[in-house]
């Protein structure tokens, strides 16, 4: 893991990564992979942070995958993976 999202506890706040990712990991042929983890329901939100923030482009010139993991509350296994990059 070479980044991921953080909570403030001063202002009640989380930061994502870059792209509005919650990780950034590098896999061993350096290339950098972002997940973005979400509830279902909220993929458009995140898909539309992420497009804010660079989106594909930013992505590609960095050699970045980008996958959206959505998961069910109290269940670790995801319900849908999908490769936005």
Known sequence: ???RERFDFR????HDTMLGMDALMRRPDFRLV????AGRG??????RRFLE????MAAQ???M???YVEFERGNKVPVKVEQWV
Not at 11 to 14: A, E
Not at 34 to 37: D, F, K, P, T, V
Not at 42 to 47: F, G, I, N
């Open 61 to 63: 010139a960095m050699n």
């Open 65 to 67: 995958e980008v996958y």
């Open 42 to 47: 909220e993929r458009a939100e995140h898909y």
């Open 34 to 37: 972002g997940i973005q983890g």
């Open 11 to 14: 202002t009640q706040r989380t």
């Open 1 to 3: 893991v070479v980044d």
């Open 53 to 56: 923030r660079g989106g594909i």
